[in-house]
């Protein structure tokens, strides 16, 4: 999350000064998941025009971290190369194949987070059996986290995401599904990319 004074002018001006909406332009090609207003929405004159102003320019940002190039320049994590690269690939093969979401079953939120430094095209639905966990990921670009209570079993997690997929509208008959998904019982196990078609 990047704060503080994003948009710090806004609290008595309409408009925010150059520097500021190159800030937070900036913060979005660095990388940032969230971008958070305070004063200017607290207690300045303009909090509706303020909000606007972020979300106008963090999804001009977001636009155009793909036609620049911003992406490509990720550095692989080296703590884990596998889990890396089942994330690595998970992207790619959602925007190849036009995928309505990404499904990542996760312990830790290690996976999800992994995906979403990615910016794929498409959400992240991480489902995770720890309710720590999903609130920890709420927080990160393009994951919804789904709180699983269910059998441990792969099968049984895929047939969960599926249906809150549907029921949640990110997918619908016809649609792709990339699944990552490990070991279970093991946290950072992630080493497989599965495709279901709906």
Sequence with gaps: ITATQMLASMELNPKPTRAE????????????SAVMLSGETAVGKYPVQAVKMLDTIALRAEAS????????????????VVTEAVGQASVSMAKNLKAAAIVSLTESG??????????????????????????????????IPLFYQG????????EFAIAASRQLGYADSGDTLIITAGHAQLAGGTDMVRVITL
Excluded at 151 to 158: C, F, G, K, P
Aim: aromatic share 6%; hydrophobic share 35%.
């Design 110 to 143: 290690f996976t999800s987070r992994l995906v979403s430094k990615h910016r794929p095209d498409c959400p992240i639905l991480a489902i995770t059996s720890t309710e720590l966990v999903a609130r920890k990921l709420s927080m990160n670009w393009g994951v």
């Design 151 to 158: 059998e441990r079993s792969d099968d049984a997690r895929i």
């Design 65 to 80: 971290l793909h036609e620049y190039g911003y992406l490509q320049k990720i550095k692989p994590n080296p703590a884990n």
């Design 21 to 32: 909406a190159s800030d937070v332009a900036n913060a979005i090609l660095d990388g940032t």
